[in-house]
């Protein structure tokens, strides 16, 4: 079982082992489990006997964001960035917390970077009580997003601005991995936004009133990058039906310059493959001019087909 822990008592936090955490006495304990394992499992019903229901909540193999009000403490699940390699259909890692007066519970199944954030704060001294602890996650996993997100829009912009029939294939690729991104993100941010203000309004004196605040600041944070997120998917989706129709018109022109050669080159087929049979009687067969006239001939005719299209601005795009 990985994880660590801190005691945390008048702006001062103490690193104690995971197993001393329980009868640790302090103002507020912070446990962090770095694996969902049965190990982990056995500790937080054995040792921190906690009820199965919060144990179920925090080691849930799949979970979304979420908040749950659960006698004196509430269960809280969020998504942030991780710096493990995610697959495409869950692009964010999960902390679930269980927090309480005085306690606080955290799991993580992949490494989140938000937790060092927030230890870095803790081991700081500006994390006092458990509302102080879960505002820190909130802003550090929307401060951690956001940037990606922007970033998401700016690549889209780029794409616009480059939009040429010569980089449809390119700009096709950038493109879709852009919406795929932005469809994964906002999956999560739109419930994680109810989860932090179903929280913000859970009555309770271990949160205070400036952790309420923080946690209506991190919703709101929340909104704006779901918003952002789906003007990103409507704005890939138009450039992608763009870059469908480049691709679509480059195909058209290809097919009209080789249908134009077949209509040059169907006539002589047909007057070379007439003069080349095999039989007696053809039209100046015998004469010593007639090959020269028969390629003469079939001169005018390309030359007279493709001054008809260029007539008839076939050329033109």
């Given at each position: 079982m990985t994880g660590f822990a801190y005691s945390i008592d008048g702006g001062q936090a103490e690193a104690i082992p995971i197993r001393a955490a329980v009868e640790?006495?302090?103002?507020?304990?912070?446990?962090?489990?770095?694996?969902?394992?049965?190990?982990?499992?056995?500790?937080?019903?054995?040792?921190?006997?906690?009820?199965?229901?919060?144990?179920?909540a925090l080691t849930a193999a799949e979970t979304?964001?979420?908040?749950?009000?659960?006698?004196?403490?509430?269960?809280?699940?969020?998504?942030?960035r991780s710096s493990a390699p995610l697959d495409g259909s869950d692009m964010l890692?999960?902390?679930?917390?269980?927090?309480?007066?005085?306690?606080?519970?955290?799991?993580?199944?992949?490494?989140l970077l938000a937790v060092d954030t927030v230890r870095k704060e803790v081991e700081g001294g500006t994390i006092a009580d458990p509302g102080d602890l879960i505002t820190a996650f909130a802003?550090?996993?929307?401060?951690?997003?956001?940037?990606?997100?922007?970033?998401?829009?700016?690549?889209?912009?780029?794409?616009?601005?480059?939009?040429?029939?010569?980089?449809?294939?390119?700009?096709?690729?950038?493109?879709?991995?852009?919406?795929?991104?932005?469809?994964?993100?906002?999956?999560?941010?739109?419930?994680?936004?109810?989860?932090?203000?179903?929280?913000?309004a859970l009555p309770g004196d271990w949160l205070a009133d400036d952790d309420r605040l923080h946690l209506s600041a991190a919703a709101d944070r929340a909104a704006r990058m779901a918003e952002e997120l789906e003007s990103i998917r409507e704005r890939?989706?138009?450039?992608?039906?763009?870059?469908?129709?480049?691709r679509a018109e480059q195909i058209d022109n290809r097919a009209l310059v080789i249908s134009i050669v077949a209509m040059v080159f169907l006539p002589l087929t047909f007057i070379t493959g007439l003069y080349g049979m095999n039989v007696k009687n053809l039209p100046y067969a015998e004469e010593p001019w007639a090959c020269d006239a028969i390629?003469?001939?079939?001169?005018?005719?390309?030359?007279?087909?493709?001054?008809y299209f260029v007539q008839k601005h076939w050329f033109r795009r």
């Amino acid at each position: 079982m990985t994880g660590f822990a801190y005691s945390i008592d008048g702006g001062q936090a103490e690193a104690i082992p995971i197993r001393a955490a329980v009868e640790a006495k302090a103002r507020l304990v912070w446990v962090h489990l770095e694996t969902n394992d049965a190990v982990a499992q056995r500790w937080l019903r054995d040792s921190a006997h906690l009820a199965d229901y919060v144990i179920d909540a925090l080691t849930a193999a799949e979970t979304r964001p979420r908040c749950e009000a659960v006698g004196e403490g509430a269960f809280l699940n969020l998504r942030g960035r991780s710096s493990a390699p995610l697959d495409g259909s869950d692009m964010l890692a999960s902390v679930r917390i269980w927090a309480m007066k005085g306690r606080v519970y955290s799991v993580t199944r992949r490494p989140l970077l938000a937790v060092d954030t927030v230890r870095k704060e803790v081991e700081g001294g500006t994390i006092a009580d458990p509302g102080d602890l879960i505002t820190a996650f909130a802003t550090a996993i929307t401060n951690d997003l956001d940037p990606d997100v922007a970033g998401l829009g700016d690549e889209l912009d780029s794409c616009e601005e480059q939009l040429d029939e010569h980089r449809v294939f390119q700009l096709r690729r950038t493109v879709s991995r852009v919406r795929v991104a932005a469809i994964g993100y906002r999956r999560f941010l739109n419930p994680q936004r109810a989860a932090l203000e179903k929280l913000a309004a859970l009555p309770g004196d271990w949160l205070a009133d400036d952790d309420r605040l923080h946690l209506s600041a991190a919703a709101d944070r929340a909104a704006r990058m779901a918003e952002e997120l789906e003007s990103i998917r409507e704005r890939a989706a138009l450039v992608h039906e763009t870059l469908t129709d480049m691709r679509a018109e480059q195909i058209d022109n290809r097919a009209l310059v080789i249908s134009i050669v077949a209509m040059v080159f169907l006539p002589l087929t047909f007057i070379t493959g007439l003069y080349g049979m095999n039989v007696k009687n053809l039209p100046y067969a015998e004469e010593p001019w007639a090959c020269d006239a028969i390629l003469g001939a079939c001169a005018l005719i390309a030359a007279g087909i493709v001054i008809y299209f260029v007539q008839k601005h076939w050329f033109r795009r």
